[in-house]
């Protein structure tokens, strides 16, 4: 009697313990992969085996960077991306590239770039990230840093290349650009997204942010 009791009741217990240390018996522990696991969103873009929420290339916006390649939109002194100016892997369309962001997703960017339209700064900007780091910090030197807020520059330190078309922010003005406050996950977020979009673009592309 004791025997047919205690077979169960250890059946039980086994799998209750194979439920809280693992996953079950030929499940790839890959497909059950979270952004928990990584400590950064470059990390997770790597390994590139948790959920992309949106469909849009880049996994686990929400972690802090470092960053998959590419800067961060604005402000937020991400990993320069190497420049593709001389690959022979990269392309350079004639015309203008739109770089599609979502407006829902970030708002604060959006509001920041119809801001700085009226203000002057231009629409069509010009792929250039040589440099883009020092052109960062000579225009943020002044700029004070506020607690979960980043300082979003528009346009972007990868999109202040020169251009005739440039009225504001082509050479010798080419470090400046329009300032604003926006929430650090979002500019991040943002920022990484736009890296991903432009990767396979020459330096010299013109390109364009486009929210819908």
Excluded at 7 to 16: E, M, R
Excluded at 110 to 126: D, E, F, I, K
Excluded at 187 to 193: A, D, E, L, P, V
Aim: aromatic residues 6%; charged residues 20%.
């Amino acid at each position: 009697m004791k025997r047919r009791i205690i077979i169960p009741i250890l059946a039980v217990a086994a799998a209750l313990v194979a439920s809280a240390v693992g996953q079950p018996v030929g499940v790839d522990s890959a497909q059950a992969a979270t952004c928990g696991a990584y400590s950064s969103q470059a990390a997770a873009q790597h390994a590139h085996d948790t959920r992309d929420a949106d469909g849009d290339g880049v996994y686990c916006e929400s972690l802090p960077c470092p960053c998959a390649k590419g800067d961060s939109g604005g402000g937020s002194p991400g990993p320069v991306a190497a420049s593709h100016s001389t690959a022979t892997s990269c392309t350079r369309p004639r015309g203008v590239v739109p770089v599609g962001f979502s407006a829902t997703k970030y708002p604060d960017i959006r509001a920041h770039l119809v801001r700085a339209l009226r203000r002057g700064w231009p629409r069509v900007l010009v792929l250039d990230r040589s440099g883009a780091g020092a052109r960062r910090e000579r225009l943020l030197a002044g700029i004070p840093t506020r607690p979960g807020m980043d300082r979003d520059e528009y346009p972007p330190a990868v999109g202040r290349g020169r251009g005739a078309h440039l009225v504001r922010g082509s050479n010798p003005r080419g470090w400046e650009a329009d300032v604003a406050y926006v929430p650090s996950a979002e500019n991040r977020s943002h920022g990484s997204t736009m890296g991903i979009k432009l990767r396979r673009f020459c330096d010299g592309t013109r390109f364009r942010y486009v929210f819908s």
